[in-house]
């Protein structure tokens, strides 16, 4: 019997697959250059991971496919990618003798150009297909990632791949890459593999009257990505590098000597240990399964990283959320604040507001949707991504800033104050919170 073993991906929202071969061999589909649960799974089943596709040039995670590669992989990707590493490229309708198995490729672009669907089949029997950003559960990727003119012509594709997929038999199992929390795609559910039937009836994007109304439903709701998006697409076609960089132990000495020479300070604590004390100017990213994600959004991919953590934080899971999205410029690490108080070295503080605490000017920072969805009366907007570049414009004066928890207000109040800002608060919760403490009533719209 066939397995397939998802291997989820909670922050940055996308699934890898390992199929055991049934020989002690194994396919591993659409992994990232993290590949620790992929080398925990294979031993653990003892498989050797003889063949290693993609189904496209990702933006959201560097492909760890190239590095399968050079540990004996036969390394499949679409033709039509241009990649510029060693593998075999496939063209629609080509097939590959996995021992047993077929992969049938089956061009289907619209999230990306040279997107492939890949068909597992035992004999003439299709088991299931690797939909990648295609025909996803509950909707399909996005098509604004390629180039911003053609993300039309993108959709209208999608549209026809995702009505090629509904061809295959009910039973065919969908195995997508992106799911809910992915910024690839647009649904927020917790399920992530379907059936070809299943979809036909519950996908609301297959259940429009045609293509004009498709295009529509599929861009209308498409909110902003993470900056990180616009540039790993083409490193994952040139090949991700190979060395994957270390986390070094700096002193305090280095770390001042390299945020002097222009390096970011990147402090991963808890939101309640930044707030209390951390280097003036440092950029708060707590680490949790999103912390990529803001990484990519709001690090400067071209800056030297210098990491603060936590003695009780994983400095190696800190790495591989830096490495597996392009982010290779680890200068290294500070181990707690206490060396650098130690040395007379000054520190900084934000206060944590409660709801009842809010008064005077409001930044909201999540998404527009959340925004929209219910946000305070008077709440300035302005999405956390789009801080960075917005944040010199901002009045200063006293401000409050917000999210849906605090994570990401506390971020914004770190951008805010490197950009000079002062009298800052940040909220511990979000707008549910503040109208169940207070009483007060949340506005809906923009």
Not at 77 to 105: C, I, K, N, P, Q
Request: with cysteine; proline share 6%; glycine share 12%.
């Amino acid at each position: 019997m066939t397995r397939i073993v998802p291997l989820v991906d909670a922050g940055l929202g996308n699934s890898a697959y390992l199929v055991d071969l049934g020989d002690g061999r194994a396919l591993a589909v659409d992994v990232s250059r993290d590949l620790r649960a992929v080398e925990r799974e294979a031993a653990r089943r003892k498989l050797t991971v003889a063949f290693a596709a993609d189904t496209h040039l990702h933006a959201d995670f560097l492909s760890g496919a190239r590095k399968l590669g050079t540990w004996g992989a036969r390394v499949l990707a679409s033709a039509a990618g241009g990649r510029e590493f060693a593998h075999e490229g496939l063209h629609d309708g080509d097939e590959v003798d996995l021992g047993g198995l077929t992969l049938r490729a089956l061009a289907t672009p619209g999230h990306t150009h040279e997107h492939l669907s890949l068909l597992l089949s035992d004999g003439s029997r299709p088991l299931g297909v690797f939909t990648g950003g295609s025909l996803l559960v509950g909707s399909a990727a996005r098509t604004d990632l390629v180039a911003p003119d053609r993300t039309e012509e993108l959709a209208r594709a999608q549209y026809a791949s995702l009505h090629r997929l509904t061809t295959l038999p009910d039973e065919v199992s969908v195995w997508p890459t992106h799911g809910g929390g992915s910024f690839c795609a647009a649904p927020a559910g917790g399920e992530r593999v379907s059936t070809i039937g299943r979809e036909k009836t519950t996908n609301p994007l297959l259940r429009v009257a045609g293509e004009d109304e498709f295009v529509a439903a599929l861009l209308g709701p498409l909110g902003s990505y993470p900056a990180y998006f616009r540039w790993l697409g083409e490193v994952n076609r040139r090949g991700p590098a190979l060395h994957d960089p270390a986390l070094p132990a700096l002193d305090v000495d280095r770390v001042r000597a390299l945020l002097a020479e222009g390096a970011q300070l990147v402090d991963v604590r808890p939101m309640s240990r930044y707030a209390a004390a951390h280097v003036p100017g440092s950029l708060s990213i707590p680490l949790r399964p999103v912390f990529a994600t803001w990484l990519g959004w709001l690090a400067a991919p071209d800056r030297p990283l210098v990491v603060l953590r936590d003695p009780d934080q994983d400095g190696d899971e800190i790495r591989w959320q830096a490495l597996k999205i392009g982010y290779d410029n680890l200068a290294g690490e500070l181990v707690g604040l206490d060396a650098w108080t130690a040395a007379g070295h000054p520190t900084a503080a934000t206060r944590l507001v409660s709801p009842h605490e809010v008064s005077g000017r409001v930044l909201d920072v999540r998404q527009h949707a959340e925004f929209t969805a219910g946000h305070l009366p008077g709440a300035t907007h302005v999405e956390l991504g789009d801080l960075p570049a917005r944040a010199a414009d901002l009045p200063h004066e006293p401000t409050v800033v917000m999210c849906g928890h605090g994570e990401r207000a506390l971020g914004a109040a770190s951008v805010l104050e490197h950009a000079g800002h002062r009298d800052l608060a940040v909220l511990t919760g979000g707008p549910r919170d503040w109208a169940r403490d207070t009483g007060g009533t949340v506005v809906t719209g923009s």
